[in-house]
């Protein structure tokens, strides 16, 4: 026991999973696969995965620690959001309880995830507790692909990445203590093709709380001449995204790189320790 455990939900963008996959395959002890065995989405869509992608895994996965895990996620009659807690539930019974439950989303890529595993292995203690901790770090969001390179989020957003219970409550959110660590990763949410961006919208965990038609109208409209013109693009609440930065690079990997390279890219130790000890206060007599 006491294993580094990935999964992966595997859905509409699987291609995004060759960069997700190779940045934690060294340090994972096993990285499971999840996909519906009917093809569906959490509203009931078709999806498309093509055979090519599964002799990917096979060619790469060199050292035999992928496994695919095929299952209904779908249940007619529950919400996008149900069907996505559901489905993480029982992608973590396949991954093993006492062991560091870790799910990502195939648009997270790590900067550094061994030294995000050097970071769980000094909480083990919490494998054989019957405290529900969540270990969380930091994502960059990407908004929307432009000439040149890609507008993002000027904000650290805080991701839950990791847990010894997966008793989840709302995504990957287990409404218990959460410990910070040092330790960022890449969000390739938004910056999409505009009709890839459009079907996640449409079949993702939040779909019902969206106002897509404005909150496209914003995404068409902003580009790499005019984004300091606008404020306000968070797909739920829009102020909680509040302005954009750019980032040059002409694909995905030199994208990363620049990331990684960037001086600004860093957590002050000094914030990390208000927000655990916040958290440690709020849990103190749950």
Not at 11 to 31: G, M, Q
Not at 47 to 52: E, K, P, R
Not at 81 to 88: F, G, K, N, T
Not at 182 to 193: F, K, P, Q, T, V
Request: hydrophobic share 35%.
């Amino acid at each position: 026991m006491y294993k580094i455990q990935v999964g992966f939900l595997v859905s509409y963008d699987y291609e995004l999973l060759k960069f997700a996959i190779p940045p934690v395959y060294e340090s994972a002890d096993t990285i499971f696969l999840a996909v519906d065995k009917n093809r569906k989405t959490w509203n009931g869509s078709d999806i498309y995965i093509d055979n090519s992608f599964f002799d990917w895994v096979k060619k790469f996965d060199t050292k035999n620690k992928i496994r695919i895990y095929e299952d209904d996620f779908f249940v007619e009659g529950l919400s996008t959001m149900d069907c996505e807690i559901r489905e993480r539930k029982l992608l973590a019974e396949q991954m093993g309880r006492g062991n560091w439950l870790i799910q990502l989303d195939a648009d997270e890529y790590f900067f550094d995830f061994k030294k995000f595993t050097d970071y769980l292995k000094s909480y083990n203690h919490y494998l054989t507790s019957k405290e529900h901790v969540q270990i969380c770090c930091f994502k960059i969001n990407l908004y929307k692909n432009v000439n040149g390179g890609v507008l993002y989020v000027d904000l650290f957003d805080k991701f839950m990445v990791a847990t010894n219970i997966p008793d989840y409550k709302i995504g990957r959110h287990g409404k218990c203590r959460s410990i910070y660590v040092n330790s960022i990763a890449l969000h390739d949410c938004l910056s999409r093709e505009r009709e890839d961006l459009i079907k996640k919208l449409d079949n993702w965990g939040h779909n019902e709380e969206i106002d897509k038609e404005s909150f496209m109208q914003k995404w068409d409209a902003v580009n790499e001449t005019n984004y300091n013109d606008f404020e306000g693009f968070f797909y739920l609440d829009p102020m909680d995204w509040k302005t954009l930065k750019f980032m040059n690079g002409n694909s995905l990997d030199e994208v990363l790189n620049n990331f990684k390279n960037d001086s600004s890219m860093k957590i002050s130790n000094w914030f990390l320790m208000k927000k655990n000890i916040g958290q440690w206060f709020k849990f103190l007599f749950k």
